[in-house]
């Protein structure tokens, strides 16, 4: 980090420091937040306290350290109430939770990442895996893989020459080659199914959300391989496609 | 609770400004401009300027290419995402509420404490809302709020000194005697009714929610115009409101309900 305490710097830091938090860290404290940044511990408590005095992030009284502030949730249901495709898409994705029984999602592809705009949990005490604003690689998730599908091949080329293909479990696809002939397989069939290739023992399937005749966002759920299991594929994926396509025809009617 | 404790010399301004402009965005308003930005804020417009184009390679804020105007971004999105998930408690009092919600036609909220504040984690609109002081994220005086008052009543006496003393302008209508005997009422009744103390002609009904250990960590409340909550039973309210308080203590591990319940069939 430069010594050099300028003032962009700070708002930087600040937002690198809202950044350390994940869906696995809920809390940190000054040290370890100090350490992180690789700044001094002094500078990082001057962040907290200015973000606490906003309320983005809150102490614990018993534990004296950070967690994200509620404020931001109010942020947050502003973004998503300027979201057409979220006004448009949530009735139908929790109808498609209701028929399935499976917690479902809006996703867009995002610097490369798949990135869950709204989430609509099924009443299975399942599995945190997702949440809004999450962030998955695309090449082993069904909600990647399907807006992938509808890429140009340089594009594609370009990801696995910037990101390659990490394995994250024995199923993860990890040769570009073959990544490529199920990209094409999943455009001929217009819906991605990913069994176990970014957890075990979890599968999803996704079909394509089209916006001015592009594949911009997909639809897809995600449950356990008890439930979502190969005699159901047939009967799942058709009431996935006929959701996605459901949000692609009230876009375009809008 | 803003300005205590932390001393604002310390404050990193541009940090200050960044989040003061982000919390500009209102649903009224979805779009400013920079010079819109340094009006609202009375900050210079050149360092607004370079606030914004921070604040917008982070996802924090977006131009949109027609009006070139900024809207929240979707890092945002991300955050907000985190605090749900982080809120354990806002996961598993959904699907609670929402039937609660159906089945009286008010509108129910889940709070949190946080100092001398309530802030609304939830808030489930029945079908003819009435207009009310609360929305998700908002805070309000614990001590005015029913959802408030039953989640105080349960903490410990220090925390209630503590709340009262910061309270100060919000209670000047009453004693520090008269709050203590709403506390220990609503305590040992185990629900709060409070009628028009933030808005006129609304009741607001509340129960405690208990995580695994038995402390009340949240509450609930169903909230409407005093002439529909007239017309449904209190007790026939209270009831389902303290209901709805349990499943939601259950799904977050606390049993003591459940045990009771079973030690009744028994008998």
């Given at each position: 980090?430069?010594?050099?305490?300028?003032?962009?710097?700070?708002?930087?830091?600040?937002?690198k420091l809202l950044d350390l938090f994940s869906m696995d860290v809920s809390e940190l404290g000054v040290t370890e937040i100090a350490n992180k940044l690789g700044i001094a511990k002094s500078t990082a408590h001057r962040l907290l306290i200015t973000l606490e005095s906003e309320g983005f992030v809150m102490k614990n009284r018993e534990t004296s350290r950070y967690h994200l502030g509620v404020p931001l949730l109010a942020l947050g249901n502003l973004v998503s109430s300027r979201l057409k495709i979220l006004e448009v898409g949530r009735p139908i994705i929790r109808q498609l939770v209701e028929k399935t029984g499976e917690s479902a999602h809006i996703a867009i592809l995002k610097n490369g990442e798949v990135f869950y705009l709204c989430k609509e949990d099924c009443k299975h005490p399942v599995e945190m895996l997702t949440h809004i604003g999450r962030k998955n690689p695309p090449h082993c998730t069904s909600a990647g893989k399907v807006i992938f599908a509808y890429k140009p091949k340089d594009f594609i080329e370009n990801y696995i020459k910037e990101h390659g293909l990490h394995p994250y479990t024995p199923y993860t696809i990890t040769h570009p080659e073959e990544f490529l002939r199920v990209l094409k397989q999943i455009k001929q069939q217009g819906y991605a199914i990913s069994k176990e290739e970014l957890h075990e023992g979890i599968t999803s399937i996704a079909a394509p959300i089209t916006v001015?005749?592009?594949?911009?966002?997909?639809?897809?759920?995600?449950?356990?391989?008890?439930?979502?299991?190969?005699?159901?594929?047939?009967?799942?994926?058709?009431?996935?496609i006929q959701a996605a396509d459901q949000i692609s025809h009230k876009l375009k009617t809008l | 609770m803003q300005k205590d404790g932390a001393n604002e010399k310390y404050f990193l301004g541009s940090v200050k400004n960044a989040i003061r402009i982000l919390k500009l965005y209102s649903r009224p308003k979805q779009e400013y401009g920079i010079t819109e930005i340094a009006h609202q804020l009375d900050i210079h417009k050149t360092t607004v300027h370079r606030l914004v184009t921070k604040l917008c390679s982070k996802g924090f804020l977006e131009q949109n290419p027609?009006?070139?105007?900024?809207?929240?971004?979707?890092?945002?999105?991300?955050?907000?995402?985190?605090?749900?998930?982080?809120?354990?408690?806002?996961?598993?009092?959904?699907?609670?509420?929402?039937?609660?919600?159906?089945?009286?036609?008010?509108?129910?909220?889940?709070?949190?404490?946080?100092?001398?504040?309530?802030?609304?984690?939830?808030?489930?609109?029945?079908?003819?809302?009435?207009?009310?002081?609360?929305?998700i994220g908002q805070r309000n005086p614990a001590l005015k709020t029913g959802v408030g008052k039953v989640i105080l009543a349960y903490q410990p006496e220090e925390y209630i000194q503590h709340v009262i003393a910061k309270s100060g302008p919000y209670?000047?209508?009453?004693?520090?005697?008269?709050?203590?005997?709403?506390?220990?009422?609503?305590?040992?009744?185990?629900?709060?009714?409070?009628?028009?103390?933030?808005?006129?002609?609304?009741?607001?009904?509340?129960?405690?929610?208990?995580?695994?250990?038995?402390?009340?960590?949240?509450?609930?409340?169903?909230?409407?115009?005093?002439?529909?909550?007239?017309k449904m039973k209190t007790g026939f309210l209270v009831d389902k409101i303290i209901k709805a308080a349990a499943e939601i203590s259950e799904n977050l591990g606390f049993y003591e309900t459940k045990q009771k319940a079973a030690s009744l069939e028994r008998n």
């Open positions: 980090m430069a010594k050099t305490k300028n003032k962009s710097n700070s708002l930087d830091n600040a937002l001015n005749q592009q594949v911009a966002a997909s639809v897809s759920i995600v449950g356990s391989i008890k439930r979502i299991h190969p005699t159901n594929y047939h009967s799942l994926t058709k009431s996935v | 027609h009006t070139k105007r900024y809207h929240l971004g979707l890092s945002i999105l991300g955050l907000s995402g985190l605090v749900t998930t982080h809120y354990e408690i806002y996961r598993v009092s959904l699907h609670v509420l929402k039937p609660l919600v159906d089945e009286l036609g008010e509108t129910a909220h889940l709070a949190i404490l946080e100092d001398q504040h309530i802030v609304y984690l939830h808030k489930i609109e029945c079908r003819h809302p009435v207009s009310l002081m609360s929305s209670h000047c209508e009453k004693t520090e005697a008269q709050i203590r005997a709403e506390l220990d009422q609503i305590k040992k009744q185990g629900y709060s009714i409070v009628k028009e103390e933030i808005s006129k002609g609304i009741v607001s009904i509340g129960a405690p929610v208990k995580d695994y250990t038995g402390k009340v960590i949240a509450g609930i409340s169903v909230v409407g115009p005093l002439d529909r909550i007239k």
